[in-house]
């Protein structure tokens, strides 16, 4: 097992953590501030990766296709909040789950009416093509600027919480969203800022995605359960436990499935190797959240309250 070969793959776990804190951002504010279990927010990643590739491929311009993904899936939240969610966010739990599992089987069958049942290629854009020298290795110019503008936004993200009204309004609602309403601000306001908020960054995510995974129908649900191992690994409601979750997901995930089986073939046949460590490797993450969540039930950085 070469240094090389350790330093790529910790830089890809990098990049796939950036992607799940874009995603698990919003949706712990939304299951922090509004009590909502809102299971097609992978959905609004599939729409931001189909949205950005129709465009692209329309227009040839990354611009537009940007501001398709990211302004596209934020109308869709924001309607979806107007239409949908407000006639659930008293409702039990059950009724949540069941209505967001309709409008993620909805979406599917949507896109494949639109775009058809096979999967869409983005190419990256010129100007992102290339590698950069990173420690001397050569890595893809694409992913360094997912990890950059990931972590731009992920900034972006600090200062509007922590340095705006609006930000301190999200920050209270996570701690006590009961009291804010008592104390008169307009928490349907509130509500559907953080479901805009929300749906923006899982659209940009899935832009930032689509030239490097396929898109296509059901690619939201698949992301949407390790989204979900963020937030309770990292704490649900804490944008700094969605930020410090993703990466450790993004780094166990990568890395295991790399070296597990590297590791293996030490003490077993390749074939068998091969085979245990994926096995082992597909429920790693899951490990690591059981692991958290024995030591701290409340997650890694859990909203304080008070």
Do not use: C
């Amino acid at each position: 097992m070469s240094l090389s070969l350790v330093i790529l793959q910790l830089m890809n776990g990098l990049q796939f953590g950036v992607l799940l804190f874009l995603l698990s951002a919003g949706l712990t504010l939304v299951l922090g501030i509004m009590n909502f279990v809102n299971l097609m927010h992978g959905s609004l990643f599939m729409l931001g990766a189909y949205f950005s590739a129709a465009v692209l491929g329309a227009t040839g311009s990354f611009a537009q296709a940007i501001a398709a993904g990211v302004l596209g899936t934020l109308a869709v939240g924001l309607i979806l909040e107007r239409l949908v969610f407000r006639k659930l966010y008293a409702r039990d739990h059950m009724y949540q789950v069941l209505a967001t599992i309709g409008l993620i089987l909805f979406f599917n069958e949507a896109v494949r009416v639109i775009w058809g049942s096979g999967s869409i290629s983005t190419a990256v854009p010129e100007f992102l093509r290339g590698a950069v020298a990173i420690f001397g290795l050569p890595y893809p110019v694409y992913r360094f600027a997912i990890i950059v503008a990931g972590l731009l936004v992920g900034l972006g993200l600090y200062l509007l919480i922590h340095r705006t009204r609006v930000g301190i309004l999200i920050r209270a609602g996570a701690s006590n969203a009961a009291m804010i309403a008592a104390l008169g601000i307009n928490i349907r306001l509130l509500n559907t800022a953080v479901i805009g908020l929300g749906a923006a960054l899982a659209g940009l995510a899935g832009l930032m995605a689509a030239p490097i995974s396929s898109v296509q129908s059901g690619m939201g649900e698949p992301i949407l359960i390790m989204t979900l191992v963020v937030i309770v690994t990292g704490g649900i409601g804490s944008v700094r436990g969605a930020f410090y979750g993703a990466l450790i997901v993004g780094l166990v995930d990568t890395t295991g499935r790399v070296f597990l089986p590297v590791l293996l073939r030490s003490f077993m046949e390749p074939l068998k190797a091969q085979t245990l460590g994926a096995a082992v490797a597909s429920v790693l993450i899951y490990l690591v959240m059981a692991a958290v969540l024995a030591l701290k039930p409340q997650g890694l950085f859990p909203v304080r309250h008070g």
